[in-house]
């Protein structure tokens, strides 16, 4: 009897000609893109140094596309839109040390969002690697000590003949779910030698699925059945999992209130009579989650931002489906299944029964109705308005990127994404500076579309070498830039918690005339001409700027009691 593993995939005769007679000055850097080339891998993003340059060199013999920005940082964040957007494992070409170093911020982003970002990063010579202080440019004791608790996982190689298998395993790693970003490094000396291995010519990996343990799924649907107010909250992982679809057909079949997380957004239609929405920064909301008897949580650890700043205390069962174990069951108890989103909603509604319930989408609007009458008391129309401009401007199936912002932090509870994968932010890791590169990385993977960035003045200081980027590759981008003249939330922040702001205060440059001295077209706006210009400079052909002078406000938060 022949097992499946015991099948050999026998090599074709061009296969076998091109393995015994390689082309000439080839080097380990070939290695790495015939690999990465072999896995699928269309497009990478970087920048180069020193220790790298085998890898960049042999860039010129493959048909891989190069995007290259000025920042690492920039460029992980680019990658991280890349592979947010497509699903792909993108790669990240980085130098040692230094460069290696620069893109640790991108890296705990994607990390935290689950987005497949493959870093494959060069190392001082193999003599230097062990511990030992030899003195070699960009030299650390143990480099790949920094990312281990960042990434997934972590690949050393140190000769050539591992370079295909340890970027295949990296790749496999970032592409299982939890997706993922993954460290790769190579000693500068293994990128350079000449190599006689064979042309790298395949590189199928087979990430695994995650389908949930059956006992388990039986409880969840037999609980739902059963419940007389069940409630739903859909996270990231159902966005990332393509299973919004799933999501509204149990949902309907439930009679289930759905509300999505910050980094759900999309997954439930906004305007459907089961929709809360995203309000989940506000008390109404939340009272209504604690009060349901079910409450079915798909793709979330309900973290900090998910849970209102822990203020959430479910009193009836919570039903945890989770595809990252370490969130499973980490704020509250539940019935935790650990699976992909996808694979989990499938095996519910094949098992739950239909419920009826026609005072499920009254409930939904009572609560709608107390959110926005609590936000009308507060007289944040400005704010509401410009929001709005920005919605109508944005064509429905267009990407946005938004930066940790004063917008940012309102369309995250109040913006229409209108369709899952379509709306992305930096609230996973927090970090400054993510819009704008982001929506460069977005617009390499679909230049069908239009795509807009978001970034307050401070946010924008982080990522304006990338216009140069912008400019080089021509990319489908409008950057709004809501200029307020320093770190506006933080403003906010000090002033409540101490009574006056301290360093967030920012001397900026004209941004108008920086973006045009790029190349790149730029226009004042106001927010009454908001909804035309952006409409304008989004429908234009190649980058753009739109900057906003405005001080925009925050909504009173309910957590603080």
Do not use: C
């Not at 949902?251 to 809360?276: C, D, I, M, N, Y």
């Amino acid at each position: 009897m022949t097992h499946d593993h015991d099948l050999v995939l026998r090599p074709t005769a061009a296969q076998t000609e091109a393995a015994l007679n390689p082309p000439p000055d080839r080097n380990g850097g070939d290695l790495v893109v015939e690999s990465l080339a072999g896995l699928g891998a269309t497009t990478v993003f970087g920048l180069p140094g020193q220790h790298a340059l085998g890898m960049f060199d042999a860039l010129r013999r493959s048909d891989l596309r190069y995007i290259g920005l000025r920042v690492e940082n920039n460029a992980g964040f680019a990658a991280d839109a890349y592979g947010r957007v497509t699903g792909e494992a993108a790669p990240l070409l980085l130098s040692t040390g230094p460069g290696a170093l620069t893109s640790l911020a991108a890296l705990q982003e994607a990390r935290a969002a689950s987005a497949p970002v493959l870093a494959i990063s060069s190392q001082v010579p193999t003599a230097g690697l062990g511990g030992g202080r030899h003195g070699y440019l960009h030299e650390l004791p143990d480099q790949a000590a920094s990312f281990r608790g960042v990434v997934k996982s972590v690949h050393t190689v140190r000769t050539q003949s591992q370079i295909p298998s340890a970027i295949a395993e990296a790749w496999t790693s970032a592409l299982t779910v939890p997706h993922g970003p993954v460290w790769v490094e190579i000693p500068q000396d293994v990128l350079l030698a000449e190599t006689q291995i064979p042309v790298v010519t395949g590189g199928d990996t087979f990430p695994e699925d995650l389908p949930p343990r059956p006992e388990l799924t039986a409880v969840a649907a037999d609980l739902l059945s059963r419940a007389e107010r069940p409630a739903i909250v859909a996270g990231g992982g159902v966005v990332r999992a393509d299973a919004a679809k799933k999501l509204r057909q149990l949902a309907e079949r439930l009679q289930a209130p759905v509300v999505t997380t910050f980094g759900g957004k999309g997954a439930f239609p906004w305007t459907h009579p089961l929709s809360l929405q995203s309000w989940l920064e506000d008390r109404h909301t939340t009272d209504f989650l604690e009060d349901a008897d079910v409450l079915l949580v798909v793709g979330s650890g309900l973290g900090e931002l998910s849970s209102n700043y822990h203020t959430f205390k479910p009193r009836g069962r919570v039903i945890q489906i989770e595809a990252d174990l370490g969130k499973l069951e980490s704020n509250h108890p539940a019935l935790g299944i650990h699976a992909d989103a996808r694979l989990a909603l499938q095996a519910l509604l094949e098992t739950v029964g239909e419920r009826t319930d026609p005072s499920a989408p009254e409930r939904v609007r009572a609560v709608l109705d107390k959110v926005r009458d609590r936000i009308a008391a507060q007289e944040l129309t400005l704010e509401q308005d410009v929001l709005a401009a920005v919605r109508a401007a944005l064509p429905p199936g267009a990407p946005s990127f938004w930066d940790m912002t004063i917008l940012a932090y309102w369309a995250w509870s109040a913006f229409d994404a209108k369709a899952a994968n379509t709306m992305h932010s930096a609230q996973g890791a927090g970090g400054l500076g993510y819009g704008f590169p982001a929506a460069l990385g977005a617009a390499v993977a679909d230049p069908t579309n239009p795509v807009l960035a978001v970034s307050g003045d401070g946010g924008a200081l982080y990522s304006v070498a990338e216009l140069a980027t912008a400019r080089q590759y021509d990319l489908n981008v409008t950057w709004l830039i809501v200029d307020d003249g320093g770190y506006g939330i933080l403003r906010e922040y000090m002033t409540e918690a101490f009574g006056a702001p301290t360093a967030t205060e920012l001397t900026r440059p004209d941004y108008v005339a920086l973006a045009e001295s790029f190349g790149v077209p730029g226009v004042r706006t106001s927010p009454q001409t908001l909804a035309a210009d952006l409409a304008k400079a989004l429908a234009a052909p190649g980058p753009s700027v739109v900057v906003l002078p405005a001080v925009l406000r925050m909504f009173a938060p309910t957590h603080l009691g």
